[in-house]
């Protein structure tokens, strides 16, 4: 069974760089091609900056502001080291990534991306995973972080879905699918 996103628009929020290309484009196109409308979503204006581990990738046009989640269905947060560290620093992406729990939609993270996670203070009590520099922050944030491919937490309002990097990612599309659909 495909999932069927069609008629839902999914926020794909990151910051003007350090985007890991491939944890954006992946997901986007699984998205595209369950029918679904990916939004990339940005604090930076015009275009955002990718990149493949260290090396300058492609850009990618802004699509909108991080202001409110009431037109998204869904939030992916792509890795890479700099965008969720900078992201984290933004109070308005942080406020966005918040609404997103306290509005009940679900939100799929990979790699670092949970940085960002821990700053909105939604982890607490959530089973996750992520690149493993990451451990530490997300159990002193209070999660209960774990080694394994993909991971889909029902506890909270929120169905939260984690991975832990690009090899993970057939697995993290298809649990991100079937939460947003």
Same mark, same amino acid.
């Given at each position: 069974m495909t999932a069927d996103l069609t008629g839902k628009t999914i926020a794909f929020l990151v910051a003007g760089e350090g985007i890991e290309q491939v944890e954006l484009t992946e997901p986007w196109k699984a998205v595209q091609e369950a029918?679904? !409308?990916?939004?990339?979503?940005?604090?930076?204006?015009?275009?955002?900056?990718? +990149?493949?581990?260290?090396?300058?990738? %492609? !850009? +990618?046009?802004? %699509?909108a502001q991080p202001e409110s989640p009431e037109q998204y269905d869904g939030l992916v947060l792509p890795g890479g080291v700099a965008n969720p560290d900078a992201l984290r620093m933004d109070e308005q992406a942080v406020s966005f990534v918040r609404? +997103?729990? $306290?509005?009940?939609?679900?939100?799929?993270?990979?790699?670092?991306?949970? @940085? #960002?996670?821990? $700053?909105? %203070?939604?982890?607490?009590?959530?089973?996750? !995973?992520? @690149?493993?520099?990451l451990q530490t922050d997300l159990r002193n944030a209070g999660a209960d972080w774990v080694d394994e491919q993909v991971v889909v937490d029902t506890s909270g309002a929120s #169905?939260?879905? #984690?991975?832990?990097?690009?090899?993970?990612l057939k697995a993290f599309n298809g649990a991100l699918l079937e939460a947003f659909a």
């Open positions: 029918g679904g !409308t990916p939004r990339l979503v940005s604090p930076a204006d015009g275009q955002v900056q990718a +990149f493949n581990h260290l090396d300058k990738a %492609d !850009t +990618f046009p802004v %699509d609404a +997103f729990f $306290e509005a009940g939609k679900p939100v799929a993270a990979i790699c670092h991306a949970p @940085w #960002t996670l821990v $700053e909105a %203070d939604v982890v607490r009590g959530r089973r996750m !995973t992520s @690149w493993p520099s #169905t939260l879905i #984690t991975s832990r990097n690009p090899d993970d």
